[in-house]
């Protein structure tokens, strides 16, 4: 499977971005999906994710209420829509998918596919 983020860039405090991130695959819409994220000198964490059909999601709780993860089957894509953003959330974003797993997988180790990431810094 081969994952392409876009959509990152720079935004003040208070903004609001969307990543996209698109799938090759024809069984795209049975991959969970999850979108990670690693600012220098941190460990990745898992900040949305969210199963086959888009009926159950996850968030850290540092981005709930802020962040909605969603997908479009049909497109195979999945998007981070981002809101009222903190400089808190600068960080390169990655896309991952699972093609064994179909629910809500939050563990790197459960993601077998990765994209090759997207910058966003949000400026204070």
């Known amino acids: 499977v081969q994952l392409v983020e876009s959509g990152g860039g720079l935004v003040q405090a208070g903004g609001s971005l969307r990543l996209s991130c698109a799938a090759s695959?024809?069984?795209?819409?049975?991959?969970?999906m999850g979108w990670f994220r690693q600012a220098p000198g941190k460990e990745r964490e898992s900040v949305a994710a969210?199963?086959?059909?888009?009926?159950?999601?996850y968030y850290v709780d540092s981005v709930k209420g802020r962040f909605t993860i969603s997908r479009d089957n049909a497109k195979n894509t999945v998007y981070l829509q981002m809101n009222s953003l903190k400089p808190e959330d600068t960080a390169v974003y990655y896309c991952?998918?699972?093609?064994?797993?179909?629910?809500?997988?939050?563990?790197?180790?459960?993601?077998?596919?990765w994209g090759q990431g997207t910058q966003v810094a949000v400026s204070s």
């Open positions: 969210i199963n086959w059909s888009g009926g159950n999601t």
């Open positions: 695959g024809q069984t795209f819409s049975t991959y969970a």
């Open positions: 991952a998918a699972s093609t064994i797993y179909s629910g809500v997988v939050t563990e790197p180790a459960e993601f077998g596919s």
